[in-house]
């Protein structure tokens, strides 16, 4: 279990932090390894992707992105990936099938540089 993540907000709900476990908790964690930015981590600076270098590489980014969601506890594949910059927003649209050991879930998440 852990505490829910909303909008990078720990929520309240009657005045108590809400949790979450098996599915949720593997999106959590999973969208906030996308969003760790390489040495930004003051616990691991080799943690995160470098957003920097996936602008001129995109095949670097992508393997960075692999690994990551590949180090979350509970995922077993990574079924497809697809990434897309939109350029006019200065944003990566990450779209992911993965399975994890609680069955296929879906991300679709937008990485801000």
Do not use: C
Not at 21 to 43: C, G, M, P, R
Not at 58 to 63: A, D, P, S, V, Y
Not at 75 to 81: F, G, R, T
């Amino acid at each position: 279990m852990d505490i829910l993540v909303k909008e990078n907000r720990l929520p309240l709900y009657s005045g108590d932090f809400m949790l979450v476990s098996e599915v949720e908790e593997i999106k959590q964690h999973i969208v906030a390894a996308l969003n760790t930015f390489y040495t930004d981590w003051l616990l691991n600076f080799k943690k995160g992707i470098d957003y920097v270098q996936g602008l001129r590489h995109q095949e670097f980014l992508e393997h960075d992105i692999r690994n990551q969601i590949e180090g979350v506890d509970g995922v077993s594949a990574i079924i497809n990936l697809s990434l897309e910059l939109d350029k006019k927003n200065a944003v990566w649209n990450v779209k992911a099938g993965i399975k994890t050991v609680y069955g296929k879930i879906e991300i679709n998440e937008v990485i801000s540089q």
